[in-house]
């Protein structure tokens, strides 16, 4: 029996060893340990990989969020619309500037925002979308930028999930004015610990973002706004630079993989595979099918060794935390719906073929086909 983690750091880190710990004594003998030359260097390579004029590095992805909301000034009174069905840190970034977050229907197909319910979740007090590409894949970018400019609202990405996808040919993370990504260590490309942050093509709040994660101040002791600690740490920046080169080899893998399990999972009833929308490209930073026999999958790959999550068992607004929006089971039946059948299946850079048949061997034995 071949038992499959669900995630596994081994191949990749077993690839980039040298270079990472190089990096890492690098910064150690530099003696400049916060806001240095290796964050300088990160934050010019990753802009030149998402084709912005500009990166800002950051804490993690939760400040990134927070930041581009709080240079875009909004605030205490003012609705964001975010997706129904995303992880809860695109929710918390619009509490975290005392706006409201309201929530949008996904497309069951694709799992993102569903660009047709955006207009009537428009108020005269809506300030922004964010739209998520989750899991992987880019959101329907041209229709979700043309209803952004018919509204004048500005649109922030949530990329956390999506380096290197793109939609029409543009890369996610620099259509909206400010957008956030994280470096989590299980992103596509990830830290090893917490990092974040910004693109943008806007070089003024690019500036303003610089200025908030390190404590409201440009010039030292200088403090113009009220600020944070939000600094990407240089140890990480340094990681993520030795990392950043292997990027689009780990995404090919990450997109054989899909293709095989696409193909091995074809025609199970009752077993929805993901799908890619026209226009859009897909970087697998999680491969999830849906069922309502959910529950008894998950386990009976449990018992085969079989590595598996579920992103997301409660959709944000049935939350504990967010009670006091008062949204009743059945307000957004979609986020529901995913949020009870959805499975992510083991899929890392490095992960084998054979590692891919053996969970595709199980599933077709849990369904007996
Ligand atoms: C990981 C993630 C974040 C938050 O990133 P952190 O670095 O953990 O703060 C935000 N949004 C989405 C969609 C994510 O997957």
């Known amino acids: 029996m071949t038992s499959v983690p669900f995630l596994s750091f081994g191949p990749q880190n077993q690839q980039i060893r040298a270079q990472v710990l190089e990096a890492m004594t690098q910064v150690f003998d530099s003696e400049w340990y916060v806001l240095g030359e290796a964050v300088k260097r990160f934050e010019s390579e990753y802009a030149a990989f998402n084709q ?103 649109v922030v990405e949530d990329n956390a999930q999506a380096q290197g996808a793109s939609f029409g040919g543009q890369l996610t993370g620099s259509f909206g004015v400010l957008n956030a990504t994280s470096f989590y260590p299980g992103k596509n490309l990830g830290a090893l610990g917490d990092a974040g942050a910004l693109t943008t093509n806007d070089e003024s709040l690019a500036q303003q973002v610089r200025t908030l994660r390190n404590y409201g101040s440009q010039q030292k002791y200088y403090n113009e706004v009220l600020g944070y600690n939000s600094r990407l740490d240089e140890l990480q920046a340094a990681v993520l630079s030795a990392k950043l080169p292997f990027l689009p080899e780990w995404t090919q893998q990450r997109q054989a993989l899909a293709a095989q399990y696409q193909a091995e999972l074809a025609g199970i009833s009752g077993l929805h595979l993901p799908t890619v929308a026209p226009g859009a490209t897909h970087v697998y930073h999680l491969y999830v099918v849906r069922t309502p026999q959910r529950d008894a999958l998950q386990s009976y790959l449990a018992g085969q060794g079989i590595g598996t999550l579920i992103h997301y068992p409660v959709p944000p607004h049935l939350q504990t935390a967010y009670k006091d929006l008062g949204y009743k089971p059945n307000a957004f039946p979609l986020a529901e719906e995913i949020a009870a059948t959805c499975l992510s299946l083991p899929l890392w850079p490095g992960m084998s073929p054979e590692q891919a048949k053996a969970v595709t061997e199980m599933i077709r034995g849990f369904y007996n086909n």
């Open 52 to 154: 912005t004029t500009a990166c800002v590095g950051v804490a993690n992805g939760l400040d990134a969020l927070h930041l581009a909301l709080r240079a875009l000034n909004i605030k205490a009174g003012d609705e964001v619309l975010v997706p129904s069905n995303t992880y809860i840190a695109t929710w918390l970034a619009v509490s975290m500037v005392g706006a409201t977050p309201v929530p949008v229907e996904p497309s069951l197909a694709t799992y993102n925002l569903d660009p047709t319910r955006l207009e009537a979740a428009i108020t005269p007090r809506t300030r922004a979308i964010m739209p998520v590409h989750l899991y992987g894949q880019a959101c329907q970018m041209s229709e979700i930028m043309a209803i952004a400019r018919k509204y004048n609202l500005q």
